[in-house]
């Protein structure tokens, strides 16, 4: 089992920056994928970024260009810098994990609001 744990949300102005971190324990081995998603209220979980164990990312449209997601050299730990954030940013970020051989796992979320 794998249990996640997000930090780093909270209330920034438009423009500014935020520093997500998610840490996994438990059984950690064999951790393929790990990413962030977000969602709004009334609207649809999306991807924002995910990176794989060879250091491949994938970030949606959005936030290609102000995102950076990251992780450790143990790949428990993941990272996602959001820098000129706008409004439309404004989410719950959720931490994703994917196992190798197939299971998936989701933290609790973090809040993250852009607003003057």
């Known amino acids: 089992q794998v249990q996640l744990v997000e930090s780093g949300g909270g209330l920034v102005q438009p423009g500014g920056s935020l520093r997500l971190s998610c840490t996994a324990s438990?059984?950690?081995?064999?951790?393929?994928?790990m990413g962030w998603y977000r969602q709004a209220p009334g609207k649809q979980r999306e991807l924002v970024a995910t990176?794989?164990?060879?250091?491949?990312?994938i970030y949606a449209d959005s936030v290609k260009g102000r995102f950076t997601i990251s992780r450790d050299g143990a790949k428990n730990t993941v990272f996602l810098q959001m820098n000129s954030l706008k409004p439309e940013d404004t989410a719950k970020y959720y931490c994703n994990v994917k196992k190798s051989y197939g299971p998936e796992y989701w933290g609790q979320g973090t809040q993250v609001t852009v607003s003057s």
């Open positions: 990176i794989t164990s060879s250091g491949r990312t």
């Open positions: 438990g059984s950690i081995l064999n951790i393929s994928v």
